[in-house]
């Protein structure tokens, strides 16, 4: 069993920045996609940026084009989301999710609050 800790959520003004991260808890070499998505209260989980095995596949939400960058680091264990420019409706719950050998995992999740 795989383990995904989150950590980098907090209360930001907007305008402002934040990285999440991402951690697998043990090495694989079968993780595939990882990814973020969102919650915000009352809405849907929506899918906000996801980035393939080796990085050549990265998709953003429309929303956060331009303003967010995904990545991940070598041993490909861990993804990050770097948050520019946060508005206010980026509030939200914000999980991770991976791919691995066929199953799919999620965060415990991190909140994110943009808020003057």
């Known amino acids: 069993q795989v383990q995904l800790v989150e950590s980098g959520g907090g209360l930001v003004q907007p305008g402002g920045s934040l990285r999440l991260s991402c951690a697998a808890s043990?090495?694989?070499?079968?993780?595939?996609?990882m990814g973020w998505y969102r919650q915000a209260p009352g809405k849907e989980r929506e899918l906000v940026a996801a980035?393939?095995?080796?990085?050549?596949?990265?998709n953003y939400a429309d929303s956060v084009k331009s303003r967010f960058t995904i990545s991940r680091d070598n041993g490909k264990t861990t993804v990050y989301l770097k948050m520019n420019r946060l508005k206010p409706e980026d509030t939200g719950v914000y999980y991770c999710?991976?791919?691995?050998?066929?199953?799919?995992?999620w965060g415990q999740g991190t909140q994110v609050t943009v808020s003057s």
């Open positions: 043990r090495s694989t070499p079968s993780i595939n996609t």
């Open positions: 999710n991976a791919w691995i050998q066929g199953d799919n995992y």
């Open positions: 980035i393939s095995t080796r990085g050549g596949s990265i």
